[in-house]
Nanobody
């Protein structure tokens, strides 16, 4: 059974740091492109950061220089290191893993973890 399990969310003050984890089971995470999304109340889901199977990373402009996505192949886990947190970073953060196999899209979602940043 494939699972993506996020952890590491919580309540943090502005300027603080959190590290989110996306632990995978039932799949080999290094073969997938993994993205972190977030959704704040009343807002659309937003792509925050991604890392592809080759290790290339990308970030939405609002988090560049503050967030770092990384992958631990041995631990089958993707991390999102978040520094200098701002109240506008408050959202439910979810990880998504996707790849194409013989032209078919395969994707999985985690359940999400709440990040709340107080001013």
């Amino acid at each position: 059974q494939v699972q993506l399990v996020e952890s590491g969310g919580g309540l943090e003050q502005a300027g603080g740091s959190l590290r989110l984890s996306c632990a995978a089971s039932g799949l080999t995470i290094r073969l997938f492109a993994v993205d972190w999304y977030r959704q704040a109340p009343g807002k659309q889901r937003e792509l925050v950061a991604g890392i592809n199977s080759g290790g290339t990373t990308d970030y939405t402009d609002s988090v560049k220089g503050r967030f770092t996505i990384s992958r631990d192949n041995a631990g089958n886990t993707v991390y999102l290191e978040m520094k200098n947190l701002k109240p506008e970073d408050t959202a439910v953060y979810s990880c998504h893993a996707g790849r194409q196999v013989f032209g078919k899209n395969i994707e999985y979602w985690g359940q999400g973890t709440q990040v709340t940043v107080s001013s």
